[in-house]
C-alpha cells in the first residue's frame, strides 16, 4: 500500500476502509491467478454443499402440490435427500412449478423467482407447468413456465407421482454435479 492509500484510509470510515480491502485483495487474487487456482479447487465442495442441500419453496398451485405434500410423508421421505421446503423465497433455491400457471397468477409466481437468491433453479412439474396440460390453447392459462422462466427440469405427467417429483430433484442435482461452480470471490 503506497502513502496515498494510507493517508486516504485513515480518513475513511469503517464501511469505505472494509470496501476498500475487499477490492484491494480481490484484485491482487485476480492478477496473480490465485482467484483462479482457488476457485478450481473449491468449487467441486460448493457443489456439493448446493446439491445435497436444496430448498424449495413451499409453494402449491393445483393439484400436482399434492403429490409434492406426499413426496414428503414418511413413505417417500424427501428429506433424507437434503429436499426441505422453506416458507419464504429468500431463503429458498429451487422453484417447483406445480400446476396451470393463470394469466392472474404469472406476474406473482414471476416476483416469487425474482425474490429468491442465485444460484436458483426451476422445475416444471405436471403437464400443466409444461404446456397448459387439459388447458392447451386456454385463453387464460400461459402455455408452459419457460415461456417466462428459465426451466432446469421438466418432470412429465398428469400428475407425477412422488417417486417422479424425487427423481425430478436427483436429475437436478446431477446437473449441479455437471455444472460444478461456485467461486471463492464474486466474479
Ligand atoms: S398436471 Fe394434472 S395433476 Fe398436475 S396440476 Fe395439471 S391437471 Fe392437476
Not at 80 to 88: C, E, P, Q
Not at 166 to 187: C, H, M, Q, V, Y
Request: with cysteine; charged share 20%.
Amino acid at each position: 500500500m503506497d502513502i496515498d492509500l494510507s493517508f486516504q484510509a485513515m480518513t475513511m470510515t469503517a464501511k469505505q476502509f472494509s470496501e476498500m480491502s475487499k477490492n484491494f485483495i480481490r484484485e491482487t487474487m485476480v492478477t496473480t491467478g490465485a482467484k483462479k487456482a482457488i476457485d478450481k479447487l473449491t468449487a467441486p465442495i460448493w457443489s456439493w454443499g448446493q446439491r445435497n442441500a436444496l430448498y424449495p419453496l413451499h409453494f402449491g398451485i393445483a393439484c400436482c402440490a399434492l403429490e409434492m405434500a406426499a413426496s414428503s410423508g414418511a413413505r417417500f421421505d424427501a428429506e433424507r435427500l437434503g429436499i426441505i421446503y422453506r416458507s419464504s423465497p429468500r431463503q429458498s433455491d429451487v422453484l417447483l412449478v406445480n400446476g396451470w400457471i393463470s394469466a392472474k397468477i404469472r406476474p406473482s409466481l414471476k416476483a416469487l423467482y425474482e425474490q429468491m437468491p442465485a444460484p436458483k433453479w426451476v422445475i416444471a412439474m405436471g403437464e400443466c407447468s409444461i404446456s397448459g396440460g387439459p388447458w392447451y390453447d386456454a385463453y387464460n392459462v400461459i402455455q408452459g413456465v419457460d415461456t417466462f422462466l428459465p426451466v432446469d427440469i421438466y418432470i412429465p405427467g398428469c400428475p407425477p407421482r412422488p417417486d417422479a417429483l424425487l427423481d425430478g430433484f436427483l436429475k437436478l442435482n446431477r446437473k449441479i454435479t455437471a455444472e460444478n461452480r461456485g467461486s471463492f470471490l464474486e466474479d
